[in-house]
């Protein structure tokens, strides 16, 4: 078996939440660990179809992103966080992922 290239992250979302909310948590969870948000897709239509997909950034010319999925079929959001990013990537997941999980939280409530 090959070795996984990227270590995924899951955050627990709470019951009853909307695809918009959640959406409007993530981007006030990336503003709040100081990223922005460089890029707005779906991930791997065919695995999972119907998904978001964000890129996450510090700097336009840094270096290296936060990968994030929401795909509501499955009530799934995690981070997909590369082995081969730079250290600021590994360093600022954690952030991301406790910003998130206020923010969900808050728009649960």
């Known amino acids: 078996m090959k070795p996984k290239k990227s270590t995924d992250i899951y955050i627990d979302l709470p019951d009853g939440l909307s695809r918009r909310q959640i959406m409007r948590a993530v981007e006030r969870a990336a503003a709040a660990a100081g990223l922005y948000i460089s890029h707005i897709g779906s991930y791997s239509r065919r695995k999972y179809p119907g998904s978001v997909h964000w890129h996450f950034k510090r700097d336009k010319s840094e270096v290296g992103l936060i990968d994030a999925t929401y795909w509501d079929v499955k009530s799934l959001l995690w981070l997909m966080i590369r082995h081969r990013e730079p250290t600021w ?17 808050v728009a649960a409530s």
């Open 89 to 105: 990537v590994h360093k600022t997941a954690p952030k991301l992922k406790k910003a998130l999980q206020r923010e969900l939280k």
